[in-house]
């Protein structure tokens, strides 16, 4: 059975830094593209960021490009999401997903973790 666990989240102000970790069942891990979804609390979940398996491909959503960055380790069957200059707006539960079966900016993927909470004050 294919298990994400992530961890990481907390309180910050904004300006912070937050690193999300995403550990995954190694069977899985190492040939799958890997996403970071977030939601907020009344909003629509939504996509923040994917690397594909090999972590030489990322996709970042306009919110957060060139603040957060995506990576992974295959070697501890982990993906990380490093969220720099914080804002109040990035206040959500964050999600990573694992095994995409559309686009991977879509949420159509097979097996999500059961989140983090993640808030920004001002």
């Known amino acids: 059975q294919v298990q994400l666990v992530e961890s990481g989240g907390g309180l910050v102000q904004a300006g912070g830094s937050l690193r999300l970790s995403c550990a995954v069942s190694?069977?899985?891990?190492?040939?799958?593209?890997m996403g970071w979804f977030r939601q907020a609390p009344g909003k629509e979940r939504e996509f923040v960021a994917a690397?594909?398996?090999?972590?030489?491909?990322?996709d970042y959503a306009d919110s957060v490009k060139g603040r957060f960055t995506i990576s992974r380790d295959n070697s501890k069957n982990t993906v990380y999401l490093q969220m720099n200059s914080l804002k109040p707006e990035d206040t959500a539960v964050y999600y990573c997903?694992?095994?995409?079966?559309?686009?991977?900016?879509?949420?159509?993927?097979?097996?999500w973790g059961r989140g983090t909470q993640v808030a920004v004050s001002s």
């Open positions: 190694p069977r899985t891990f190492s040939r799958t593209a």
């Open positions: 997903a694992a095994v995409p079966s559309g686009p991977i900016r879509s949420s159509q993927y097979d097996y």
């Open positions: 690397v594909n398996w090999s972590g030489g491909y990322t």
